[in-house]
């Protein structure tokens, strides 16, 4: 085959792609001027080759379009390839959505005219238009709701979170969108969210489940909806929900307590006192029965005071709870003017006292509240001490990083049987010592005290070794 023939044959298969090529094609020089076009062009302007050649491309553009069109020209003439998309409305046709490429025709090193190829995407760009509507639609949805959203996909990454999720667990959107859940929150990483999670996925099976956010110190309810393109999660503070079923709880369990108290502490003492009243009418004033009566009489009414004084301490104690504005309490100076109460028994026993707290702490809850805690622990540490042994006592406290103060109270005293004790320890009328004279208030008192401030107290302790109480206060 000579070099004319396979010349021949590459321009007919040139002139073939070229004419029959889906994209609308021309070719223009420098001034603009169509100087070829393929059928898909003329079909789509619907005129004839003779009415198109020649003639600048300008005249078949709207007067908005022909600057846009001259620049993007003048480019491709500085020998680089330029696309664009843009819509163009031919002589009175409808609009189209345009994905156009100009591509330079080098010709010994110099640029002889362009190739210009319009593809329509007019379908795609009405599709991708839906999409952005739908999404914006859902993004609208997603920031209404009152629950906090957010979306996974399989790997776990962020592909969405609306307003509410940023401010409930105080993050910023742009921070975390791509990033893995358990990245942003690894102390979750093999908890009850992670847990349920991977249940969701693994079943594809909706979850509902409650849990604890330990770095927010909040409750969630969590609903969980897995998807081929990851999981959907809505979720709903219910931090004061949880908080208000707990002291539902707790004042259910004082109510049982006082139950007690009314059917036997007050009872007891009730009955013996009627019946010593019947008793008393049937003796002679001067006898000696009657004198004995009248005392186990007197005692008995002695007790039931105490009963009802017990009561009004208790109800007292509850009835503040509310009303009583909390305040800052320098701790180290309660903790000693409550410490001075008692130093006359202290040193009656030769026990020592060491207070490492530092003057700067501040306990934000009731001074009343506070003296009461501190001089029913040493108290009970006096009361209860060793008989081998002198007494020593500690309190110590220190400010954590949660910005909570934690206090402890030691001493070596005789301790007692905690896992005998059990849930006990706390609770009213509940005693360990029976060598001992008491009724159980003091510590029932101290707990109640401190959950009143909004604190806790824990316990350990040790038979011939000694008692620590760990109290958190805000």
């Known amino acids: 085959m000579d070099t004319n023939t396979?010349?021949?044959?590459?321009?007919?298969?040139?002139?073939?792609?070229?004419?029959?090529?889906?994209?609308?094609?021309l070719f223009q020089n420098n001034a603009g001027t169509i100087l070829d076009a393929n059928r898909a062009f003329f079909a789509h302007i619907d005129k004839p080759k003779g009415h198109v050649l020649n003639r600048p491309l300008s005249d078949f553009l709207p007067p908005n379009?022909?600057?846009?069109?001259?620049?993007?020209?003048?480019?491709?003439?500085?020998?680089?390839?330029?696309?664009?998309?843009?819509?163009?409305?031919?002589?009175?046709l409808p609009p189209r959505q345009f994905d156009i490429t100009q591509v330079p025709?080098?010709?010994?090193?110099?640029?002889?005219?362009?190739h210009?190829?319009?593809?329509?995407?007019?379908?795609?760009?009405?599709?991708?238009?839906?999409?952005?509507?739908?999404?914006?639609?859902?993004?609208t949805v997603f920031e209404a709701i009152t629950d906090a959203f957010f979306l996974?996909?399989?790997?776990?990454?962020?592909t969405y979170l609306n307003s509410e999720t940023e401010r409930v667990l105080n993050v910023q959107r742009a921070a975390v969108m791509g990033q893995s859940l358990w990245d942003v929150f690894p102390e979750e990483s093999n908890g009850v969210f992670y847990q349920h999670y991977v249940q969701a996925l693994h079943t594809q099976q909706a979850v509902h489940f409650e849990g604890f956010f330990e770095r927010l110190q909040m409750w969630f309810d969590v609903k969980a909806f897995p998807s081929e393109e990851g999981l959907s999660v809505y979720f709903a503070d219910i931090t004061d929900r949880v908080k208000a079923h707990e002291e539902l709880y707790r004042q259910n369990n004082d109510l049982q307590q006082f139950t007690y108290i009314v059917s036997h502490n007050l009872r007891a003492p009730l009955a013996n006192i009627m019946g010593l009243v019947d008793l008393l009418a049937s003796l002679e004033p001067n006898s000696t029965d009657f004198q004995q009566t009248r005392q186990h009489l007197q005692l008995n009414a002695h007790q039931l005071d105490t009963v009802l004084q017990d009561m009004n301490t208790i109800l007292t104690i509850r009835d503040n709870h509310n009303v009583v504005a909390p305040e800052q309490v320098?701790?180290?100076?309660?903790?000693?003017?409550?410490?001075?109460?008692?130093?006359?028994?202290?040193?009656?026993?030769?026990?020592?006292?060491?207070?490492?707290?530092?003057?700067?702490l501040r306990v934000h809850g009731n001074r009343a509240y506070l003296h009461s805690i501190f001089f029913n622990l040493l108290s009970n540490s006096i009361k209860y001490r060793a008989d081998s042994r002198s007494l020593q006592v500690q309190i110590e406290a220190v400010s954590s990083s949660e910005q909570n103060i934690v206090v402890t109270f030691a001493d070596n005293g005789s301790g007692f049987d905690l896992q005998k004790a059990g849930a006990d320890v706390f609770k009213l009328y509940k005693r360990f010592h029976s060598q001992h004279v008491g009724r159980g208030m003091g510590l029932y008192l101290v707990k109640t005290h401190v959950e009143a401030m909004g604190g806790h107290i824990s316990v350990s302790s040790h038979e011939g070794v000694g008692t620590r109480f760990t109290i958190h206060l805000r």
Request: a negative charge; aromatic letters at 8%.
């Open 6 to 25: 396979s010349f021949l044959l590459d321009e007919q298969r040139f002139r073939s792609l070229f004419d029959n090529n889906p994209d609308l094609v």
């Open 65 to 92: 379009k022909r600057a846009l069109f001259q620049q993007k020209l003048a480019e491709a003439f500085q020998g680089q390839t330029v696309r664009f998309d843009t819509d163009v409305q031919f002589d009175s």
């Open 105 to 114: 025709l080098m010709t010994d090193g110099e640029v002889t005219g362009i």
């Open 116 to 139: 210009v190829v319009f593809r329509d995407i007019t379908d795609v760009t009405v599709a991708q238009l839906l999409i952005q509507q739908q999404a914006q639609k859902l993004n």
């Open 152 to 158: 996974v996909d399989h790997s776990w990454r962020f």
């Open 330 to 360: 320098p701790l180290l100076d309660v903790i000693e003017q409550a410490c001075r109460t008692l130093d006359a028994p202290l040193k009656q026993c030769r026990g020592t006292l060491q207070i490492a707290v530092p003057d700067t």
